[in-house]
């Protein structure tokens, strides 16, 4: 392994494979448009947010929902599409960087993960919560690989539920120009996802490799807290700092993780990239075939209809695009997670039945 | 190949309302548990912070990555080819966090996967003047965890919840418009705690301790050391009476860290140590207690069974 990521690969001796068995997601119906929020700004700013993110639209939740109801909503979405029940779930990660419980009530303890396990009746599964920014889903099924390739466990759920549009709400009242720290703020979207990983039938691929590292010198370029004298949360983003790092550094580190698990990038079908804008997923698919002079043959967006939706993005997208039916049995997906921190997550897998479960026949 | 505790340190504040916060206090435990073990922070692998009260209620990035680049565990970018790097990222579970935490790094450590994992966790309030019934003390400890042969290190984790005690205590950050000076509004950490609480979570640990100690064959007068949480206060005295664990195998933490929290079983594995029990323990339970209610416990051989 390359030493500067912590990561795990097919090549490594592990008795079994884990693999990805059902994805679920639970978004809020109401919608915001980008015109709508732009024009709920206090100050008069010209910015054109659409334009300048490709974001139309983004999910908030109603009154009577929270991380909490979406991550629930998505955990029940994801089980009803398994073949598997919650009482067969051996571990529960709850990932979420938002802690909501109702409208203005963050809960610290008990842990988030207790409420959803018990909520989809996995009352035995070991639970816990993980908070790495918006890697958090993919840290999670990083540490789900682990167990289950060392025989530990047979199965587990991440799950996240983001109720985030509160800091766009909040950053709307400040913002003056397209210099903010809080502009990244009006990007965002709310919205749940769940995904089931599990040991893999003996011959099927499954995921390939996942690995993960962190690019500390970043780690105060996005800083997300409470507001002091309003409801919920505010976040200072040095957005070009982070992009300029990405595109500095991102390909290297693809091109070597890629290299691990035996593949290069011009082999991947898929690659899904944490949904930050639709400007920034088009700036770093042209900065990866400049620098490595290859390109996955699909770049997945759906930033452009959710906003950016935190930790759930990846999955997001991957239950977007599996219900579409838009993969193939074998594809090889990428996932990739850039996030607060600086963090540098991937999970590279085959698919397989997920395609059937989750696609158009079904 | 296991996965041994190599050195563990704690942090706390003199002081309170203008006190160092819990970052600080995390920082200086992480860098003082490296010096203690002559291991340089470029070394560390996996980085994980189970704390739960931070500076200013952060909520992003992770905090184990800020501690990360504090401490200068690989914070440079890009990571060479070549070179070493660093993966960081936070574990809550309450007051069973840092066994958690140290059971992942057991994952990646055991199996060769890191070398090297540190789990640090600090709290302190974040809000002095508006918080309302916030009991811990502000304090931080860091463990370190290596590499280990010969069946020495961690041999088995137990974890169980108890939801029909949730309600028991609950922590929370509510926004209140009347709060603060000017009373334009606050959000104000709240902490509740039921007077039961205490009770229900010795009785639940003594029911996951027991299984465990049963599942690895031990009886409770093989057991040497037990380590604990801090909170509810007597909680590590009272599992070990319980169990019928011989007296004085129960380390006496110094009173300042006596209600740390997710740090409080880093502080009683210190004073193990500096009392030199930990060297002599066989057989070390470790039994932690968290909202939910979550009980953890493990069982650590620190030489190899006959």
Redesign the interface.
């Known amino acids: 392994?390359?030493?500067?990521?912590?990561?795990?690969s097919r090549r490594?001796a592990?008795p079994y494979v884990a693999r990805f068995e059902s994805v679920g997601v639970q978004l809020p119906e109401h919608r915001v448009t980008s015109r709508d929020l732009m024009a709920s700004t206090r100050h008069h700013t010209r910015i054109d947010l659409e334009r300048l993110t490709g974001i139309r639209e983004h999910r908030v939740c109603g009154p009577n929902e929270s991380s909490l109801s979406l991550a629930v909503g998505a955990a029940r979405d994801c089980l009803a599409r398994s073949h598997c029940r919650g009482a067969d779930l051996e571990m529960v990660i709850s990932a979420s960087?938002?802690?909501y419980?109702d409208g203005?009530?963050?809960?610290?303890?008990?842990?988030l993960?207790?409420?959803i396990?018990?909520a989809i009746g996995a009352?035995?599964a070991?639970?816990?919560?993980?908070?790495?920014?918006c890697?958090g889903m993919l840290?999670g099924v990083f540490?789900l690989n682990?167990?289950i390739r060392?025989g530990?466990i047979q199965r587990g759920m991440v799950v996240s539920g983001e109720r985030i549009t509160g800091l766009g709400e909040n950053a709307a009242r400040d913002i003056r120009s397209i210099f903010s720290l809080q502009l990244a703020s009006l990007t965002l979207g709310d919205g749940g996802a769940a995904v089931i990983v599990e040991r893999a039938p003996e011959g099927h691929p499954g995921i390939v490799l996942s690995g993960?590292?962190?690019?500390?010198?970043?780690?105060?370029l996005?800083?997300?807290?409470?507001?002091?004298?309003?409801?919920?949360?505010r976040?200072f983003t040095r957005a070009r700092k982070i992009h300029k790092?990405s595109m500095?550094?991102g390909p290297?580190?693809i091109e070597?993780i890629l290299a691990l698990g035996g593949t290069s990038l011009g082999e991947v079908d898929w690659m899904i990239p944490h949904q930050t804008s639709v400007r920034a997923i088009k700036a770093g698919e042209r900065v990866l075939a400049e620098k490595l002079g290859a390109a996955p043959k699909h770049m997945v967006i759906t930033v452009d209809e959710y906003g950016n939706t935190a930790s759930t993005t990846l999955f997001l997208a991957l239950h977007r695009y599996l219900t579409e039916g838009r993969f193939h049995a074998g594809d090889k997906v990428l996932l990739l997670s850039v996030?607060?921190?600086?963090?540098v997550g991937v999970v590279l897998f085959v698919m397989d039945e997920l395609e059937h479960t989750h696609g158009h026949a079904h | 190949m296991g996965t041994r505790i190599e050195a563990a340190v704690t942090a706390h504040r003199r002081g309170h309302v203008f006190g160092r916060g819990a970052l600080h206090l995390t920082d200086s435990a992480a860098r003082a548990c490296l010096r203690r073990a002559h291991h340089q922070p470029s070394e560390l692998?996996?980085?994980i912070h189970a704390g739960?009260?931070k500076d200013?209620?952060?909520?992003?990035?992770?905090l184990?990555?800020?501690i990360?680049?504090d401490i200068g565990?690989?914070?440079?970018?890009?990571?060479?080819?070549?070179?070493?790097?660093?993966?960081?990222?936070?574990?809550?579970?309450?007051g069973?966090?840092v066994l958690?935490a140290a059971q992942?790094v057991d994952?990646?450590v055991g199996?060769g996967?890191?070398h090297l994992g540190m789990v640090v966790a600090g709290d302190a309030d974040p809000s002095p003047r508006t918080s309302v019934g916030f009991p811990f003390a502000p304090a931080a400890g860091a463990l370190l965890l290596g590499r280990a042969g010969n069946g020495v290190g961690f041999q088995a984790f137990s974890?169980?919840?108890f939801?029909e005690h949730?309600a028991l205590?609950?922590?929370?950050?509510?926004?209140h418009p009347d709060a603060?000076l000017a009373h334009?509004?606050?959000?104000v950490?709240e902490v509740r705690e039921a007077p039961e609480l205490a009770g229900a979570c010795i009785e639940h640990a003594v029911e996951v301790a027991g299984e465990l100690l049963v599942s690895c064959g031990l009886h409770a007068s093989d057991v040497d050391l037990v380590i604990g949480s801090q909170y509810p206060h007597g909680f590590a005295d009272h599992v070990a009476r319980r169990l019928a664990i011989p007296d004085g195998r129960v380390p006496v933490v110094r009173s300042e860290l006596e209600r740390a929290h997710t740090a409080g079983p880093i502080a009683a594995l210190e004073a193990a140590i500096d009392a030199r029990q930990f060297a002599r323990a066989t057989h070390t339970l470790f039994v932690t207690a968290?909202?939910?209610i979550?009980i953890a416990a493990a069982l650590y051989a620190q030489r190899a069974r006959a």
């Open positions: 392994m390359p030493p500067w990521m912590l990561a795990e490594d592990a960087i938002t802690r419980v203005t009530t963050h809960r610290f303890e008990p842990p993960s207790l409420s396990k018990e009352s035995s070991l639970s816990f919560d993980v908070s790495n920014a890697a840290t540490l682990d167990f060392r530990e993960f590292t962190t690019l500390a010198e970043h780690s105060r996005c800083l997300g807290m409470p507001a002091w004298h309003q409801p919920g949360a976040m790092v500095d550094e290297a580190l070597d996030a607060s921190g600086l963090e | 692998d996996l980085l739960l009260y200013r209620n952060t909520a992003e990035p992770a184990a990555a800020i990360q680049e565990a690989n914070p440079g970018s890009p990571p060479q080819i070549g070179h070493h790097g660093t993966f960081s990222f936070d574990v809550q579970n309450g069973c966090g958690t992942l994952a990646f199996r996967h890191a974890t169980r919840t939801p949730a205590f609950e922590a929370t950050l509510t926004w603060g334009l509004g606050r959000n950490v968290g909202a939910g979550t």
